[in-house]
């Protein structure tokens, strides 16, 4: 598993689930039901204080597990996005396949 964090773009269902991206220059199709959960971050080290009721997108950080292709003949790319709420902010933080690649 490949870990690291880069700025990717990000195109959506009006219900807010990742339907393409493009990364590296190419654009993926999501190919199976992404999964979204949060996970704590440390809010503090970017905000100088946090509201009451502002919880998600500031303490919290939506993630997303995607399986994503390049086309219907590509294998499926297992990847993990996380977004910023309130910025829209799109990173691609982890490659699960990453080491599968380069056997």
Known sequence: MGVFSEAIEVVCSPAGQPLRLTWGG??????????????RRNWWEEETRAERGHGAG??????WRVQARVNDR????????????????WRLIRIHDALRDSA
């Not at 500031?58 to 993630?63: F, M, S």
């Not at 590509?74 to 902010?89: M, N």
Request: hydrophobic share 30%; charged share 35%; no cysteine.
């Open 74 to 89: 590509s294998d499926l790319r297992t990847l993990d996005l996380s977004h910023h709420v309130r910025s829209d902010r």
């Open 26 to 39: 190419r654009t993926y199709k999501v190919g199976a039901d992404p999964v979204r959960w949060y996970e």
């Open 58 to 63: 500031l303490v919290d950080t939506e993630i």
